[in-house]
């Protein structure tokens, strides 16, 4: 499963909740028919629960979703705090440069002298930019997802390769 985001609050009282996407498109997952739930963001395939999307739209700075059968503010209140996701055969293709999180945790990342910094444990919303959380035991580096530090996303062959010290 590729986890998309989070449920973060109830929105109004029909149902609609606000949501905290993963990413810079929710609006694409629009066009999946369904989205997964599941209070446990590692949880197994099995254990994801599907909802019927009913509606995704922006809303001010945020984004907020219906599902179908979620028809009141207390059914909401009770997907507080779910994660949202998807199996990647579900999710919609992304443009060249484009990486779902879920593709990039557990990637191995590499500096331009081929010094291994670690793996990929997570990603972080720092507002202006994410943040690859890349750990080696007990190092962790944070690293700004951007040009300037990302040389090279190479999903197939799990790498990714950045200007970046092993001592940073």
Not at 9 to 21: R, S
Not at 24 to 32: E, G, R, T, Y
Request: aromatic share 10%.
């Amino acid at each position: 499963m590729i986890v998309m985001g989070r449920i973060v609050a109830p929105f109004g009282v029909q149902g609609w909740v606000k949501i905290h996407p993963f990413g810079d498109d929710p609006l694409s997952w629009k066009s999946m028919p369904q989205w997964w739930l599941s209070p446990d963001d590692t949880a197994e395939p099995a254990a994801w629960k599907a909802f019927k999307l009913t509606g995704c739209r922006a809303h001010g700075k945020g984004w907020i979703a219906a599902f179908d059968g979620v028809t009141d503010r207390t059914a909401a209140e009770a997907l507080t705090r779910q994660f949202i996701a998807a199996p990647r055969e579900a999710m919609p293709d992304t443009g060249a440069d484009e990486y779902y999180w879920g593709d990039l945790i557990g990637l191995r990342v590499e500096n331009e002298a081929g010094e291994a910094l670690g793996t990929v444990t997570s990603l972080l919303s720092a507002g202006a930019h994410d943040v690859l959380q890349v750990t080696d035991g007990d190092d962790e580096h944070l690293i700004p997802f951007v040009a300037a530090y990302v040389l090279d996303v190479d999903v197939a062959a799990g790498c990714i390769r950045v200007v970046w010290q092993k001592d940073w």
